[in-house]
């Protein structure tokens, strides 16, 4: 499996991801916000948390409109894999190849701790190492991960099987306790929590290897 | 010349920053204050010949996010 994993002024976890692709068996590359084309042969886009060029406007607002973020979306509307984690999920909203958008969290504090995810579906290249109705721990660390979308696309998101997880003990008022999504054609994940900060045990958790796992064991077969 | 966008939460969405400022404003006494919201205000100084469907472009590809906020555009 080869994956690429988009590097945005402010990215912050773009090493993370790289380092949990690559512990499932991934060869990695790195793209830069201004490449305009994806490497050959890529099978998965990582769109990574941080702060893509400081948030300024909104939080993944200006990453949406980067060269490199044109391919992505382009990947994605060609069936490619794309997982976006916490900023990578804002991004992912704001280029409209996952619906909603990110809001503020209702408390009005920045969390950092690791909470609880029910796995809503495992059917999904993400989500198949899991069962579903499985508890995970998985670190969140956002000020804005209140998951917003109007009544008839969380309609569509549950009805279609396409809530990937959700909070257990719901940290930031998002929308029927919202954490990741999947795309219609279901190969595309967005997510506010960090799999990548849960997937080696130094960690103090590995609960987020089995979506690389997942991802790695789906995509090398294919 | 220039254009001011006021971008505004949508009606309906939750603005906890609002929220926070409306209890502030509580606390030091002000009454009858039923709510806030806090939006963000964009200027931008623009080449003459700039329309304002051009500036309505920005808004609906940039500067606000249509899923969540609302915008108004001043000319001049």
């Known amino acids: ?21 690559r512990a499932a068996g991934a060869d990695v590359e790195m793209v830069w916000h201004k490449d305009t084309d994806l490497p050959e042969g890529v099978d998965i886009v990582g769109v990574p948390g941080g702060f893509s060029f400081g948030d300024y406007l909104r939080c ?6 980067s060269p490199i973020c044109k391919a992505v979306k382009g990947h994605a509307d060609r069936g490619g894999y794309v997982l976006g984690v916490c900023n990578g999920f804002q991004v992912l909203t704001e ?16 969390i950092c701790k690791t ?29 804005d991960g209140n998951y917003f979308a ?19 003990d719901n940290p930031n008022g998002s929308q029927r306790d919202i954490a990741g999504i999947l795309s219609p054609n279901r190969r595309v994940l967005g997510m506010m929590p960090h799999p990548e900060r849960a997937a080696d045990a130094g960690h103090g958790g590995t609960d987020g290897q ?3 796992r997942a991802v790695a064991g789906q995509l090398t077969s294919a | ?29 002000f009454d009858g204050v039923n709510g806030v919201r806090q939006g963000k205000v964009i200027e931008l100084d623009l080449a003459d010949g700039t329309s304002e469907a051009d500036v309505t472009a920005m808004c609906e590809k940039l500067l606000a996010n249509t899923v969540i906020e609302s915008y108004r555009v001043e000319m001049g």
């Open chain 1, 150 to 168: 109007d009544d008839a696309t969380l309609a569509a998101l549950e009805g279609e099987d396409r809530v990937a997880f959700r909070y257990t």
């Open chain 1, 95 to 110: 280029t409209g190849v996952l619906p909603g958008a990110l809001l503020r969290n209702a408390g009005l504090k920045y």
């Open chain 1, 210 to 212: 089995a979506l690389f």
């Open chain 1, 115 to 143: 909470v609880g995810l029910r796995v809503e579906t495992s059917q999904s290249a993400f989500t198949e190492g899991y069962n579903a109705g499985d508890v995970v721990d998985i670190p969140i660390a956002h000020h």
């Open chain 1, 1 to 21: 499996m080869k994956a690429a994993v988009v590097v945005f002024p402010g990215s912050n976890c773009d090493r993370d991801l790289a380092v949990a692709f």
């Open chain 2, 1 to 29: 010349m220039k254009a001011t966008v006021h971008v505004m939460l949508k009606t309906g969405v939750l603005d906890p920053q609002g929220e926070a400022v409306r209890h502030a404003l509580g606390a030091l006494g």
């Open chain 1, 60 to 65: 993944g607002a200006i990453a949406a409109h």
